[in-house]
């Protein structure tokens, strides 16, 4: 019976390992190929899963390009816009000046979405066999931090000083900054947001947790997807556009990397990025 078992595991074997593809597939990596140089049934598995995989993958980045191009031909139009309502403020009557507020504050909401799109686009469109940098964690978290933390006491952080990982520096830091700017904003007042840093094996942990009221167990699996939102962060002044975690993911996954998301036990939220070790 044992030795039946053996085969039938061996005889599953390429069955296991197109829906493994299949399943890395659903998770946006469309690179990972299986053997299709079989005259058989599994043979012609393969080589579906391999076409639908180059399929997806040309359109994923299709439309990673597509949204990069609006993004750079708005830019310019919501500069000179910019600049064209500064002027208007220093010469409008006091009674215009609330109006043009609002008209600098729609503004600057389309320059945000602009550099998001631009951000997002820029991290998924990166050549998987780029070359990554040694990278030294606790320096570039302190700039990022520097930038984003909000004021004394807001944002901690422990991580080793020689700490380093295989990485692109700007896409990190960009990752790291989205991660800590949205914990502020969501859970800021609920006690300080700590930034973390491990070794495990052959990788290094990067940790951003903090003490607010987390999110529905039931979007965990769908942050970072692009423009999801939960529910609660759909205000003007809290939600964005629903792209901060996207580029976090896009970023980290240019590096090689993976990152995950959890609620914390009582309460708080965490972002996990594993990167490899250098």
Do not use: W
Not at 41 to 56: F, I, Y
Not at 160 to 175: F, G, H
Not at 214 to 220: M, Y
Not at 256 to 264: E, T
């Amino acid at each position: 019976m044992a030795r039946r078992r053996r085969g039938g595991d061996r005889a599953l074997g390429p069955f296991l390992v197109a829906a493994d593809a299949q399943h890395h597939a659903l998770e946006g990596r469309f690179d990972t190929r299986v053997d299709e140089d079989r005259r058989d049934e599994l043979g012609r598995l393969g080589g579906a899963v391999n076409r639908m995989a180059v399929q997806l993958d040309r359109a994923a980045t299709g439309q990673k390009r597509f949204l990069g191009d609006i993004a750079h031909e708005l830019g310019s139009p919501v500069g000179r816009l910019q600049v064209a309502v500064g002027i208007l403020e220093a010469s409008a009557a006091p009674e215009l000046q609330p109006a043009i507020n609002d008209v600098r504050e729609e503004v600057q909401q389309m320059s945000g979405l602009v550099g998001e799109l631009l951000a997002f686009t820029k991290a998924g469109l990166k050549p998987r066999d780029a070359a990554l940098d040694a990278v030294v964690l606790a320096p570039l978290a302190a700039e990022v931090l520097g930038r984003e933390g909000g004021g004394a006491g807001t944002v901690t952080m422990d991580i080793p000083a020689q700490l380093t990982v295989r990485a692109d520096a700007p896409l990190l830091a960009r990752a790291l900054a989205n991660l800590v700017r949205n914990a502020l904003r969501y859970a800021g007042d609920a006690g300080p947001v700590t930034v973390t840093a491990r070794a495990e094996g052959a990788e290094i942990i990067l940790a951003v947790e903090d003490q607010g009221p987390g999110v529905p167990a039931d979007t965990l699996t769908r942050l970072g997807e692009p423009f999801f939102r939960p529910e609660f962060a759909r205000t003007r002044e809290t939600g964005g556009a629903g792209l901060g975690l996207a580029i976090v993911r896009s970023a980290v996954e240019a590096c090689r990397g993976s990152v995950r998301f959890s609620n914390r036990d009582p309460r708080g939220f965490r972002a996990e990025l594993r990167l490899a070790a250098a």
